[in-house]
């Protein structure tokens, strides 16, 4: 199994487990963790969600080797129905990060309440890199979180940026050691059965509304022109590159 579920205390915790793969998610794991959040959020005895992966690695991204195989059907990939859930969760949504958190894995974090990285983790957002553009409406929060500059960095170079670097540019609430990420972000978690749950869940409401018609907005003009750029020969050139384990050679285009 793939995507790991247990419910303890409150708290449904939703563990990606492909450490063979570096935690590459696949489209069957996309749909697991979308079923993982929607059965949170209809579980009453739920009182937050904590998402994590394994010791060094929170997630790779996408599976390439998948990810080419499968289709581009846009609102109907799997990948759209994980960040629907992701997004619709009405209770909080604690991550920890005990690693690397490449490509989606950094974007999906932008969608969560807390964050918790360990001092060793490293993100990074690489879309350009393989002829792609954001997704998961990054283009649109990452210049509000740490400006344009900085943006400009991190997507249209895909620098790859530290622990301590999310928490300066908001996207982390704190760097701990990593045997401590899992357990101070169980914690904070577990903090919420004592919190009144219909509060809780007006209060995450309100903090998103103000940019919730935006976000859904720009995440499907991302996701119209991330399907055409699949199509682009500079992006075939970029998977080729990935498979042939070489540099891509993007001086033609």
């Known amino acids: 199994m793939t995507i790991k579920t247990a419910t303890l205390n409150g708290v ?28 949170a959020r209809e579980d009453d005895a739920v009182r937050a969600v904590l998402i994590t992966g394994q010791p060094g690695i929170f997630t790779s991204g996408n599976d390439i080797d998948d990810f080419v195989k499968r289709p581009a059907s846009l609102e109907e990939a799997p990948s759209f129905a994980f960040m629907k859930a992701l997004m619709g ?36 957002m690489p879309f350009v890199s393989l002829g792609l553009v954001p997704e998961f409406g990054s283009s649109l929060i990452v210049p509000q979180l740490m400006g344009n500059a900085r943006a400009a960095e991190k997507l249209l170079l895909g620098d790859p940026f530290s622990g301590a670097d999310a ?12 045997s401590e990420v899992v357990k101070h972000a169980r914690r904070v978690a577990e903090r919420f059965n004592t919190l009144p749950p219909g509060a809780v869940r007006e209060t995450k409401r309100l903090l998103r509304r103000h940019r919730a018609e935006a976000l859904l907005e720009t995440i499907r003009i991302e996701g119209q022109a991330f399907g055409a750029r699949l199509q682009t020969p500079e992006a075939k050139e970029a998977f080729s590159a990935f498979f042939e384990k070489r540099k891509p050679d993007f001086s033609r285009f």
């Open 89 to 124: 969760c009405d209770k909080p949504v604690v991550a920890a990060v005990t690693g690397a958190a490449i490509g989606i894995g950094t974007t999906m974090l932008l969608h969560c309440d807390f964050v918790y990285v360990a001092d060793e983790a490293r993100l990074a």
């Open 12 to 39: 449904a915790t939703i563990e990606i487990a492909r450490p063979e793969k570096k935690n590459a998610i696949t489209g069957a794991m996309y749909t697991q963790l979308a079923a993982a959040f929607d059965a």
């Open 167 to 178: 928490v300066e540019f908001g996207i982390a609430n704190a760097v701990l050691p990593a």
